[in-house]
């Protein structure tokens, strides 16, 4: 993760995501990122919501962050962290997904899960997701829209 500008990065995790989320914050650490982590702080059972939601405010409310979320498939995660206005949270379990996740849809949230891809996947999902850019242009109109959804007052 050494080539990837730094960029302060909100991580946390629930009970399954625990280590993952220990080696990566490291990771993150060791490649110049300032790193906020809002626990989990062991391997005792959590619930994930809580956590998606510090995480997901954290991210809404400073400038430029992105946030990774680790739980056991990473879906708990993205359905929580997704209420919050502002936040495109993607499960990714795969480089091109993660790939598609930031040039096509501005994802601001990486949701992993510790129990379906390897730590090494995740570590090249992690960069993958850090220095890919948004494409805008078609992408940009189509955010938007989820935007507008946000406001949306039909529900
Ligand atoms: C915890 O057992 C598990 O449900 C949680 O980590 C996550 O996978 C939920 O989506």
């Known amino acids: 993760m050494t080539q990837v500008p730094a960029m302060r990065i909100m991580i946390g995790s629930d009970h399954a995501g625990y280590e993952l989320k220990e080696k990566l914050r490291n990771l993150l650490a060791e490649s110049g990122h300032p790193v906020s982590d809002f626990g989990s ?5 959590v619930d994930y919501p809580d956590i998606a939601a510090r995480v997901a405010r954290s991210v809404v409310g400073t400038q430029g962050a992105m ?9 708990g995660m993205a359905i929580a962290a997704n209420k919050i206005p502002g936040v495109r949270a993607a499960v990714c379990s795969s480089v091109p997904v993660a790939h598609a996740a930031r040039s096509h849809n501005d994802a601001n949230v990486l949701a992993l899960g510790a129990r379906i891809i390897s730590e090494e996947l995740a570590a090249v999902i992690v960069r993958c997701f850090l220095e890919t850019p948004f494409e805008g242009g078609r992408h940009a109109r189509r955010v938007e829209k989820i935007r507008a959804l946000e406001s949306d007052g039909q529900r």
């Open 41 to 45: 702080e062991s391997a005792d059972p």
């Open 67 to 75: 946030g990774i979320l680790v739980c056991g498939t990473g879906t």
